[in-house]
Nanobody, 122 residues
């Protein structure tokens, strides 16, 4: 059974930073592209960032490029999302996903985590 468990969310002040983690069990992360999505209140889930099976080829949503960094450690089956310069627009539930890349950079999710809440507020 595949499980993706996110952690690291919480309350952060505007301008602050957070690092999210996602630990996978039941699959070898080395065989999957990995991604982060988020869903803000009243909005649809949206793509944040993805990385290929080897940990390279990062792709970012325009809204987070330059402030968020995605990475993965295949040795410990963990994915990360480093977020800096956070603002209220980044308040959302952040979801970890394992999947595949189509045509090199189009991410297709296969598995989802339960999500971790990030709230940016003073």
């Amino acid at each position: 059974q595949v499980q993706l468990v996110e952690s690291g969310g919480g309350l952060v002040q505007p301008g602050g930073s957070l690092t999210l983690s996602c630990v996978a069990s039941g699959l070898a992360m080395s065989g999957y592209a990995m991604a982060w999505f988020r869903q803000a209140p009243g909005k649809e889930r949206e793509f944040v960032a993805s990385v290929n099976w080897g940990g390279g080829g990062s792709v970012y949503a325009d809204s987070v490029r330059g402030r968020f960094t995605i990475s993965k450690n295949n040795a410990n089956n963990t994915e990360y999302l480093r977020m800096i310069s956070l603002g209220s627009a980044n308040t959302a539930v952040y979801y970890c996903s394992a999947g595949a890349l189509v045509d090199c950079d189009a991410y297709v999710p296969h598995f989802w985590g339960q999500g971790t809440q990030v709230t940016v507020s003073s």
